[in-house]
């Protein structure tokens, strides 16, 4: 192309391609066509730097671009009305289209002519004839081409190299825009697919042995040393092999997608170089990728996630996923933004540009996520949980209206990138929407608090149906309605005459051992006892039994749980229910051994109450001796005989390794369920890799919640 014609054709296309045109619906490629026939668009793009009769001179500054070229303005500006009624531009633009427009239908050319030549602003004029009337009306043909520092008094032929550059251009930056909505859909479809497939997995009979070997080796180990459920430095926790499978496929799948098939072409209407081609290209695969990563990050983070209902997967694994999602969106924005920021800078448009509102709510979207990540690392969701859940869901409220805004600002909802953000905040409305009706199905309830002693309370709520685990709003005079709380539901059924004792029943028989260590006293210093305990007399009372949630909760100095410590009736409201262990399939295992620690029995309690007819192995870790009664009384002495055998050790540690290489025996599937301390869950989940890796047919089940 000739050296002279690029500031004009770059000036020509910053001026007639605005930011505001016709909605658009879908993506780039899925419903939205940017430039379509492309032959067209050329045409007009080509003959719209040629001044007209009508055009008005103007200054030079401040003329808002579509893309990046040399900004060299044009000294004047034509007007829609201009470009609709001038006699020369319709005829120039009709014989141009009708020349390089050989393989378009002449119904699309009529579309394009009427919606598109005079540009893209909804309620523009029209052309003052059509398509077919223009060409009939360039006659004779031109046969030369005018030269573009001209007024456009005549008939003219395009430019060649000019048409050829504008072509490329328009050509190639769809495709890039077609290939981003393609990487768009691959992020966000395999994001929902891979969960899904690796959970049907466990349909596929394999043979069990094979599956307990590749748990033992790819699945259930940390990634590196002993530690998954115990944070690393106290910072970060260590995800399993499993999880860090799928983190190294999102990592990669981004990191891939960013780097690949940009197609390059020259000689280009909107660029001085190649390098600013590509460079242009690679911000804005950027910028589509961390926007298709949003409904990812929001549905992995949702409590009322689809794919928890559809899988076997947890929502600690879910909320791991939803953080190193969050890493990748936040790295890819501000990689698009800084590339960005240098183009500007490097054309010598970023004083006016950085004015203008599109970018200021790129730099607030941007900046709330750069915000999100340090104010969200362990410590600080550990020790100011409540101030963590409320400034996360602003900011990232703010993250969203940003990236919207962005966009809309820049494009005016032509090119479907706010598609993304219309996913995500749909994903976010379901899940509030959904946690507001499980609030609203149960309504306001009456928490019925009993001390059981100086680290455990009980908490009964009559009137409440539910299972697994639930969602608890304690109206004490400092609750805040973002204050929420997660808890296992022990027990659904109260039994008025227990509420508040401790129970009467009956020994609990001759197969479950209770082991009872004094405080203070090492085994060195005393032999363990080890004893029968009868809990009270022979006979229970009777008292109606009401449907109801029991829990049991582990007090501390501060905080919400001091504070219930001194109530003993609260307002509360329930947010249930949501899935917990699969009862069914844990049920139906030839062997089953539960340990748990401390309140973990809250956990693992419905399974003993559910238990099927298989061996179950029970073996709890407690420090109270008033908490083993109230566990009793809450689940009923039939939880544990007949059919239970195990220990329940007070005031002592279970020897969790000597426990799994006694009891994991045999040929048949033994499933290990553990709800206990982080150090007695990453114990049992250590051993029973071993042990798998030596081609025990073992199974091992985590229960547990962190986020």
Known sequence: MRAHLLPIVAASLAAAMTSTGYPGHGLVGYGIQMYHPTCAFACHDSLSIYKLSCSVTVNNEDTDGNHLGDMSMPTFTTSPDCYATDDKFLQSVAY????????????????????????????????????NTALERANPPPTKSVSPMSVLNTTTLVIEEAYMAIYNADSYFEQMETRQSDFGLVLLITGVVIPVACSLLRFVPFPSVIVSRFNAYFIDPPVFGRRH???????????????????AYLIIINVVLSCVDYRLVWPNAYYGQPKDQLLVYITNRLGLLSFANLPLLVLYSSRNNILLWITNWSQTTFLLLHRWIAILCTIEACIHSAIYLQIYLGFGQHASESKQPYWEWGIVATLAMSILLPASVLPIRQKLYNIFVASHCVLAFVALIGCYYHVYLRYYLQWGYETWVYIAFGVWAFDRIARFARLARNGFRTAEITVID?????VNIPGVVAQGHVYLYFMIPSWRPWENHPFSVMATMINEAQKGTNPTTATMGNTLKITVMGKGVSPEQTSVSSELLSFGTQEQPAGSVKPGLTFFIRTGE????????????????????YPGLSLGELCAAPNCIVIAGGVGITGVGPLLR?????????????????????????????????G???????????????????????????????????????EAREVVCELGAKGRNVKFIDEAYSW
Not at 616 to 626: D, L
């Open 454 to 458: 100086e680290d455990y309370m009980r």
């Open 644 to 682: 239970v055998v195990g220990e329940i050790a007070v005031g002592s540690r279970l020897n969790v390794r000597a426990i799994l290489e006694r009891e994991v025996v045999g040929d048949s599937k033994t499933v290990v369920v553990v709800c206990g301390p982080v150090g007695m869950a990453d």
């Open 610 to 642: 559910a238990r099927g007819p298989g061996r179950v192995r029970f073996f709890w870790g407690v420090r109270s001796k008033p908490l083993v009664e109230a566990v009793v009384s809450a689940l009923g002495i039939d939880t544990f005989t007949p």
């Open 96 to 131: 141009c289209i009708s020349t390089h427009c050989t393989d378009v239908s002449v119904s699309d050319l009529e579309y394009y002519w009427a919606t598109f030549l005079v540009g893209r602003v909804p309620g523009q004029p029209v052309p003052k004839e059509s398509y």
């Open 229 to 247: 459920r115990e944070p690393l430095f106290n910072f970060a926790f260590v995800p399993s092999r499993g999880q860090a499978l799928l983190i």
């Open 558 to 577: 501060k905080g919400l749980t001091s504070i219930l410590r001194t109530k003993s009736r609260v307002r509360v409201m329930v947010e249930s229910s």
